[in-house]
Structure formats: structure tokens, C-alpha cells
């Protein structure tokens, strides 16, 4: 069964500091992978995707996310964290009638 | 802005009132989801609509009724709760299930608490 581990429950960095988010997934077949980011309140927003290609993908708010088959791992990074991106981070894996989510990262962002 | 709407964004209930969450896109996606999120917790996925038929039910509580009258709406009918069933419940969407086309779009929520 498919399933998907985020090592950091809680993560601070100081704004203008590089970041990454670990995620590790366990999946039968070609992963289906998304980082999806929630506000307090709020509901998940896309941040990135990957299905197949290349390994490096973009996303929105500069981020990216490297795809490592041989690490069964999909970690997403930013170069410089906005005051802005402070939020609970979810890597997810699966098609979507069967998408199982990390127990999310929460990134504090130190002025 | 989320193309995902959901109302209420907030409900307070009572655990013998009946009430319902209503859901809607128009984006001609085929496939939407309810899923239930407690604080600080991953979303859990609940019912899964394609074609407007309920293709999965994760064995839910038959005190959550879902009901897609169209391929653009979705409810979610509310009755009987226990507190414990307070939480942010959330609608999804896809253009259909599976694979490449499985990118879920989200609503923000409707966050309900059972008195």
C-alpha cells in the first residue's frame, strides 16, 4: 500500500534562509507526487506536481521539488523563505481516488 | 481565489439537529471528494464521487450522507453527530480519478463543531 512519511513535524527557519521539506513515499508503480501547502483555516493549496519527465519540477511561490527514485524521495525547497510561506506543508502520493497524505510539516518563518 | 466553493465556511450544530455542506465547482471536473481534517492532522479522505456516483465510501459513519446532485455540486448531509466529529471537513475536485489527471483542487473548508 502507498504511503508517505514527512520526517519534520516543525520546521523554523529565518526569513531569507534556504529551505527544505523532506518526503519519503512507499508506492507499487510510477508515484504520482504533489506538495500542497495550508494556511491556518484554510484549504490545501497545489504547490507542485510530478508524474513522469524530468525530475527537477516547479512550482508556484518558488518553489521546486527534486524526485529521487533511487531514495524514494520527493523534497521540496525554496532558496529564500518569504514571512509569507509560514504554513503546514503536505507531500501527498497516489491517484487522486487513493492519495494519501504526509502528516504535514509546519514551518515557522523567524523575522 | 479557490475555484472550489464551499458553504458554510462555519456551522455550530447541536447532535440532534440535521444540517448539510454544500460544495460546488465549475471547473467540468467529474470527480470530487469530501475529506475530514482534525487539528493538525492530515486530510482523510471520506466519499469519492465519479460521474456523479459514489465510487468510495471509507467506511463513514451512516451519520454523514453525501449526495452529488449534479457533476458540478456535492453535499454532504449532516445528522445525529458526536462532538468528535467536530472538524474542518473539506470538498475536493479532479478532472476525473487516477493517475495524470488526479491533481485535487481544494475548497477552504467548512469548519464544523458539534455541541
Known amino acids: 500500500a502507498q504511503s508517505v512519511t514527512q520526517p519534520d513535524i516543525h520546521i523554523t527557519v529565518s526569513e531569507g534562509a534556504s529551505l527544505e521539506l523532506r518526503c519519503n513515499y512507499s508506492?507499487?508503480?510510477?508515484?504520482?507526487l504533489f506538495w500542497y501547502v495550508q494556511s491556518p483555516g484554510q484549504g490545501l493549496q497545489l504547490l507542485l506536481k510530478y508524474f513522469s519527465g524530468d525530475t527537477l519540477v516547479q512550482g508556484i511561490k518558488g518553489f521546486e521539488a527534486e524526485f529521487k527514485r533511487s531514495q524514494s524521495s520527493f523534497n521540496l525547497r525554496k532558496p529564500s523563505v518569504h514571512w509569507s510561506d509560514a504554513a503546514e506543508y503536505f507531500c501527498a502520493v497516489g491517484p487522486s481516488n487513493d492519495m494519501r497524505f504526509g502528516a504535514g510539516t509546519r514551518l515557522t518563518v523567524k523575522p | 481565489d479557490t475555484e472550489v466553493t464551499q458553504t458554510p465556511k462555519h456551522l455550530v450544530m447541536g447532535m440532534t439537529n440535521k444540517k448539510s455542506l454544500k460544495c460546488e465547482q465549475h471547473?467540468?471536473?467529474?470527480?470530487m471528494y469530501w475529506y475530514k481534517q482534525k487539528a493538525k492532522k492530515p486530510p482523510e479522505l471520506m466519499f469519492v464521487?465519479?460521474?456523479?456516483?459514489?465510487?468510495i465510501n471509507e467506511s463513514v459513519p451512516s451519520r454523514f450522507s453525501p449526495e452529488c446532485p449534479n457533476s458540478s455540486l456535492l453535499n454532504l448531509h449532516l445528522h445525529a453527530l458526536q462532538p468528535e466529529d467536530s472538524a474542518l471537513y473539506l470538498c475536493?475536485?479532479?478532472?476525473?480519478?487516477?493517475?495524470?489527471?488526479?491533481?485535487?483542487?481544494f475548497g477552504e473548508g467548512s469548519r464544523l463543531t458539534v455541541l
Open positions: 464521487y465519479s460521474y456523479e456516483k459514489l465510487s
Open positions: 475536493a475536485s479532479s478532472q476525473s480519478t487516477g493517475g495524470r489527471t488526479g491533481e485535487l483542487f
Open positions: 471547473m467540468g471536473h467529474r470527480a
Open positions: 508506492y507499487g508503480a510510477t508515484p504520482y
